[in-house]
């Protein structure tokens, strides 16, 4: 202390004293300025919750439980993240309409805003995996060939060649990929809704999904071209033989009859 | 007949030049005699006698695009890196053969469509010999004198189909190596010989490096040489037995009513392979078939859900798709019957209607010469039979696809697997029963016809106030082709004692026979035809109608 | 013999309504009225009918010549990756679609333009031509027969037994070069069926990132494949390889694993079974997490990966193989060794 008051006639000691003042203000506001927009964000983000409980009181609580913990009639959803909301509902899988083999997927009823509002619930309940953004599965920066490699690795032995969907056991199936959202593609492989199995990025990289959605969209997207025609349903070759009998020898068949019919006979005068 | 008579009048003069060509030919290979039996053959006019033709007219336009494609497939599993224009496949290691059909698929002008075509054509002739089988089976054609060719029809049907597999196997996608994977793991089950047969197929562990040379001589010459000559040795015993043909009026077992060779049939069965390509190559155009840069190259740990073989590889799928887990071990050995029953009813499946011309020859133990078609009601035991078999095969069919039918009807898959392995025992029995009383009612019908005329539908109203339907009494034609079908006696067993009052001893097999023969022409078997005296008694007491 | 031939009383025309029906015998109730007489069709009495006829196949053939045009300027004129948009189909190659339209429709109309002249205008009469019996009269049966004892004596081929036995001897035999010949279309199975490349110490790399794998890596609810360390999709042995050595990955929480082995074979839950499916050789791979069953795709076999991979449904014969794995120093998952039972399909020596 008296080595202090001894140097505060210093002639540097304005200077030192004007850094300080103007380093405190600087830190003040690096502390602060972010922590009042966090507190903002904060706000609206308990707002969205508070909607979602409401929306989660309503249309999810009597299998989820009141607290997303779970009942006899549905999982709990403690843990299992935005990205499982947005896919469960998003998809109009969620509020399931009645007990099955397996949930379907449906026309969805809430809003994409509800939706945000019920994932945001969840997520508080306990960290899960968050909501994909456009940058995650869009096309840019996607190798479509590596795509389909990964798609034949991991996704073909139950959702077909180009995502027709197939058959599991007793009744489950797997979905048809068609018309999919990207965005609930990469959150269903996150997540592994219902019996799919997860593909976390730990296993499957965030790369890794972008192609694969990149992949799926060539072969069965809008505008797939399929070169040879018809696609049949892109069964293979159960379809393909039914068209063979029916169209193929069908057609056949009925020209065999015009050429073996007898040819109408003049009208005895 | 008439040909002979014209080229002797111009032969005085100089002969045109087509006459002396034909005249130089004949003098070395006798094509005069040859046409005269030939040129003016008669062939009945049927929509089902053209069955046999669709796959004929098929099996060419096989050859004809076979031919084309091997120009550019390449039969071999060497590893190259795709550089072609499908872009979902860039860069992607495949086999030379997959990427050569990938060439022609997409970098070939006209390349894909010959590959449909090739493909449509097969699943077609597949199809149309089934369907013409069928035929001769449920009309008695295959009865004396044509046992063999239909031996050699249905020899037909087998080959063709492994050479469909052979051929569906050589692009070496994801989908054929499955199969080609479950061909392998059926091979090991063989006891004893097993793995050596797979060693030796494969060229050792499967994939290795050598199947699909080995399936593409198969494919294109092995198999497809042969069916070339059976195709020419069905066609010529055709010819040889002149066609058969339905009862009617002025049609004999003695004779064959139709049109000539020249020039009716010329130009309808000429015309008729033009019509058969014109509709393949149409399909072709608008229908997709074995997409196989969806599928992508094979790897043996990868797989689609969906894996069926083609259609009439179908029934061994359901096989063994639903038989049980079953397997013994003993003796430090594994007996697979899992795989192996099923690999052994496959062929008995086939066998099964194969053999059956001969056993019913057998209990009939008719000798003659049969060229008049029977209607199917009319031979109950036999259409029944037919009908038995063909459930037991679409029993098959439907587990061969068993995933399909649980996600298109949103069913089970082991509720479906359950029901195909009841299904295979209970169906055919079903099927057999119904359709036997189904024929036994329509023979009724028949009889009925004969003996009180068609149903006109006119209602007319007596005096008396009765109403009654104005049956007209039929034609001479179809009283006779109604009544033209023949019905054998049951056979019995000759008597127990010889003439010399020595007791004979009564094979089992004999016993057999009249049991069947029995239940074939016993008196619940058939309807006897209308005699002349219930027609004279009916026409002659209700006069009007 | 065609229809003039036919005696009067059975022509249709000449019959009432009962009473003339000529009645043949017991067997066959009503006698055959033979071939009925010849129709005329239109074209036969009509010329202009004809005439209509005559130009609907000139102008099929024509159709087919212009198709066959058609063809040939697509297959000029068309780009062959250029795709279009055709209604009810959807996109489609249009080279295809032309080329197999202007194909089909020109093999059409020459096949219709046939067919419709053989039916229109070649002559409809149907003509009775008569069946002989294939079989061979008796004179000439006893003739060949005679022959073929007058050859077999002059062979000597029934009194020289030697030269009888000695030729069948040869003959059967030489067929076996043959059937030896084909001994080098692989090697012996010995027991390579038995074996995959996993041995202790090698690394579980993950197929999809090519990188091994860490335990935290896999989480509960997921499915991973795997392959041995050092096989890469270039190498030369890679298919069969990898047609063997397939790994599927999941982790199950211990307290669910019912079966003891697996639970000793795993890595805190996490369990490696083999791929190829027992029955004959598909990758399995449905795994369905909650109720940790597994599918085969191509036959139905389902296999309970909580309970040592049992099979529990379908044709599959045994249960899947399990790989024993653990942790190495640097913290990746790793083999610790080799299967303990053959992989894949069974087979007669598997025991």
């Known amino acids: 202390m008296k080595k202090l008051s001894a140097r505060r ?92 083999a397996q949930v379907p997927r449906k026309k969805v009823i809430y809003t994409q805003a509800e939706i945000d509002q019920l994932a945001a619930y969840i997520s508080s309940l306990g960290a899960g995996p968050s909501v994909p953004t456009e940058a995650q599965y869009g096309p840019d920066g996607a190798d479509i060939a590596k795509g389909g490699e990964l798609f034949r690795d991991n996704c073909t032995q139950c959702h077909n060649f180009t995502g027709k969907g197939g058959a599991l056991t007793h009744g489950k199936y797997a979905p048809s990929l068609e018309g999919v959202a990207p965005k609930h593609i990469y959150e269903a492989m996150q997540t592994g809704p219902q019996n799919m199995p997860s593909f976390p990025d730990t296993t499957l990289s965030e790369q890794n999904k972008k192609d694969i959605i990149a992949y799926l969209n060539a072969v069965n997207g809008d505008d797939t071209v399929s070169p040879g025609g018809l696609e049949l349903g892109g069964l293979g070759p159960v379809s393909e033989g039914l068209f063979a009998w029916i169209f193929g020898l069908g057609a056949l068949i009925a020209v065999a009859v015009w050429v073996a019919a007898r040819t109408a006979k003049a009208k005895k005068s | 007949m008439s040909t002979t008579e014209s080229s002797e009048s111009r032969a005085r003069g100089k002969a045109p ?155 070496d996608d994801l989908l054929s190596g499955t199969g080609v994977r479950f061909m392998e793991g059926a091979v090991l089950s063989v006891p004893i010989v097993g793995t050596y047969l797979s060693f030796f197929l494969f060229g050792g562990e499967f994939p290795g490096g050598d199947f699909v040379a080995r399936f593409y001589s198969i494919h294109v010459l092995l198999l497809p040489g042969i069916m070339l000559g059976l195709v020419v040795g069905h066609l010529i ?17 003695n004779n064959v009513v139709g049109m000539p060779l020249l020039p009716v049939y010329m130009a309808k069965a000429g015309g008729f392979f033009f019509l058969v390509f014109g509709v393949i190559a149409a399909i072709a155009a608008i229908a997709s078939i074995n997409p196989i840069w969806s599928m992508g190259p094979y790897r043996p740990d990868q797989v689609s859900t969906g894996a069926q073989p083609d259609w009439y590889m179908g029934f061994s799928e359901g096989l063994i798709r639903v038989m049980p887990g079953w397997e013994i071990n003993f003796w430090g050995h594994t007996l697979v019957l899992g795989v192996f029953i099923p690999l052994v009813i496959f062929p008995l499946v086939l066998v099964a209607i194969a053999v059956y011309p001969f056993v019913e020859s057998w209990v009939t133990g ?110 001479q034609e179809q009283l006779h082709t109604l009544t033209a079908h023949e019905q054998y006696e049951p056979a019995q067993i000759g008597p127990a004692v010889d003439e010399n009052g020595v007791e004979r001893k009564i094979k089992g097999t004999e016993k057999l026979r009249a049991k069947l023969s029995e239940a074939y022409y016993g008196d619940e078997a058939q309807i006897p035809k209308p005699t002349v005296e219930e027609y004279k008694e009916i026409t002659s007491g209700h006069g009007h109608h | 013999m065609s229809s003039q031939d036919i005696p009067e009383e059975n022509l249709p025309a000449e019959q009432d309504a009962h009473g003339a029906v000529g009645v043949a015998d017991e067997k066959d109730p009503f006698a055959d009225p033979g071939l009925p007489p010849h129709e005329h069709r239109v074209q036969d009495i009509d010329e ?117 036995n000695t030729m069948f001897g040869a003959l059967a035999l030489f067929p076996l070069s043959g059937v030896v010949l084909l001994r080098d279309l692989g090697p012996l199975p010995g027991t390579k069926l038995r074996h995959t490349m996993w041995r202790k110490g090698l690394q579980l790399v993950n197929v999809n990132t090519n990188e091994p794998l860490r335990p935290s890596d896999v989480a509960v609810g997921s499915l991973t494949f795997a392959k041995p360390e050092g096989l890469e999709e270039h190498d030369e042995e890679f298919q069969t390889e990898i047609a063997k050595a397939a790994l599927m990955i999941v982790r199950i929480q211990p307290d669910n694993i ?74 990746y998952l790793e083999a610790l060794g080799d299967f303990e039972e053959p992989v894949g399909p069974a087979f007669w020596e598997r025991g």
């Not at chain 2, 009601?377 to 259409?383: C, G, I, K, V, Y």
């Open chain 3, 48 to 164: 202009r009918a004809a005439r209509r006829s005559e130009r609907t196949v000139a102008m099929l053939f024509t159709v087919s010549m212009l198709s066959t045009i058609g063809f040939i300027a697509s297959y000029v004129g068309i780009p062959h990756d250029k795709s279009i948009f055709v209604f009810p189909i959807g996109h489609i190659n249009a080279l295809n679609f032309a080329l197999g339209l202007t194909l089909g429709l020109a093999l059409f109309a020459i096949g219709a333009g046939a067919v419709h002249w053989a039916r229109t205008l070649m002559s409809d009469e149907e003509i009775a031509d008569e069946r002989h019996p294939i079989e061979a009269p008796p004179e000439v049966k006893a003739k060949v027969m005679a022959d073929f004892k007058q050859g077999a004596k002059e062979s000597a081929l029934g009194r020289r037994k030697l030269i009888r």
């Open chain 1, 9 to 100: 006639r210093h002639p540097l000691a304005a200077l030192v004293v004007l850094l300080l003042a103007l380093a405190c203000t600087g830190g003040l506001y690096a502390v602060f300025a972010p922590a009042s927009k966090a507190q903002a964000d904060e706000t609206a983000q308990s707002l969205a919750i508070d909607e979602g409980k409401k929306l989660f009181a309503v249309g999810c609580a009597s299998c989820h439980g009141a607290g997303g913990q779970g009942s006899s009639d549905g999982p709990s959803l403690v843990g299992v993240g935005a990205a499982a909301v947005d896919f469960q509902v998003g998809t109009g899988r969620m509020p399931a309409q009645q007990p099955g």
């Open chain 2, 366 to 475: 008719d000798k003659r010469e049969h060229h008049i078609l029977d209607r199917p009601r009319n031979a109950p035991t036999r259409t029944a039979f037919g009908v038995a078999w063909i459930t037991w095969y679409m029993v098959l069919l439907i587990g061969g696809g068993n995933d399909l039918w649980a996600t298109h009807f949103h069913l089970s898959i082991n509720a479906i697997t359950w029901f195909v392995r009841v299904a295979f025992f209970v169906a055919p029995v079903l099927a057999f029963v119904a359709t036997k009383r189904i024929c036994l009612g329509l023979q009724r019908r028949d009889k009925e016809k004969v003996l009180h005329g068609r149903e006109s539908g006119i209602i007319k109203r007596l005096p008396h106030g009765e109403f009654i339907e104005v049956h007209e009494p039929l034609s």
């Open chain 2, 237 to 253: 015993l055709v010819i040889y037995h002149k066609h058969t043909q339905f009862a009617g009026p002025g049609k004999t077992n």
């Open chain 2, 17 to 171: 030049a087509g006459e002396r060509v034909a005249d130089w030919a004949d003098g070395r290979l006798g094509i005069y005699s040859l046409a005269k039996s030939n040129m003016r053959k008669i062939f009945p006019d049927h929509w089902s006698f053209m069955l046999g033709e669709v796959c004929l007219y098929s099996f060419i336009i096989i050859i004809l695009t076979g031919v084309y494609l091997t120009l550019f497939f390449h039969p071999s599993m060497n590893e190259v890196e795709y550089h072609g224009s499908y872009v979902p496949l860039q860069g992607q290691l495949m086999s030379e053969a997959f990427n050569s059909t990938m060439h022609i698929s997409f970098d070939v002008r006209g390349g894909l469509l010959i590959r449909q075509i090739h493909h449509w054509a097969a699943l077609i002739f597949l199809a149309g010999m089934f369907v013409h089988m069928m035929r001769v089976f449920f009309t008695g054609a295959f009865r004396k004198p044509r046992e063999v060719n239909w031996l050699f029809g249905f020899l037909l049907f087998v080959l063709g189909m492994f050479t469909g597999f052979t051929g569906y196997s050589l692009p």
């Open chain 3, 258 to 331: 019912k079966d003891k082995r697996e639970l000793e074979w795993s890595y805190e839950g996490i369990v490696a079974y083999s791929k190829i499916c027992t029955h004959v050789g598909c990758p399995i791979s449905l795994y369905e997490q909650q109720t940790h069953h597994v599918l085969c795709p191509c036959h139905q076999s389902t296999f309970d990966l909580s309970d040592g991979a049992r099979v529990i449904f379908g044709p599959a014969g045994h249960a899947l193989p399990q790989l024993r794995i653990g942790v190495n120093d640097q913290g």
